[in-house]
């Protein structure tokens, strides 16, 4: 696979890696929620993504309410 996706960018693994590795996810915490939120893709990441056919990654992960614990 690692070939295919030098093949089809026309670059190497390691600048194809070190590109996609700067996608993080994050976890924020308030009273009433906890959100898991991708970082925003950049141009260079999305150029790749379209190159190797691949859908973008969801910008939201997980939203968590929090349960309303008064009663």
């Not at 992960?61 to 009663?71: E, N």
């Given at each position: 696979?690692?070939?295919?996706?030098?093949?089809?960018?026309?670059?190497?693994?390691?600048?194809?890696?070190?590109?996609?590795?700067q996608?993080?996810?994050?976890?924020?915490?308030s009273?009433?929620?906890?959100?898991?939120r991708?970082?925003?893709?950049?141009?260079?990441?999305q150029?790749?993504?379209?190159?190797?056919?691949?859908?973008?990654?969801?910008?939201f992960?997980?939203?968590?309410?929090?349960?309303?614990?008064?009663?």
């Open positions: 696979m690692i070939r295919v996706a030098e093949v089809r960018t026309g670059q190497s693994w390691r600048n194809l890696r070190d590109e996609l590795d996608m993080h996810l994050g976890t924020f915490t009273a009433s929620a906890t959100i898991t991708r970082t925003q893709t950049t141009a260079d990441q150029r790749i993504l379209n190159m190797l056919d691949l859908d973008e990654p969801p910008a992960s997980t939203i968590t309410l929090a349960r309303d614990t008064a009663a």
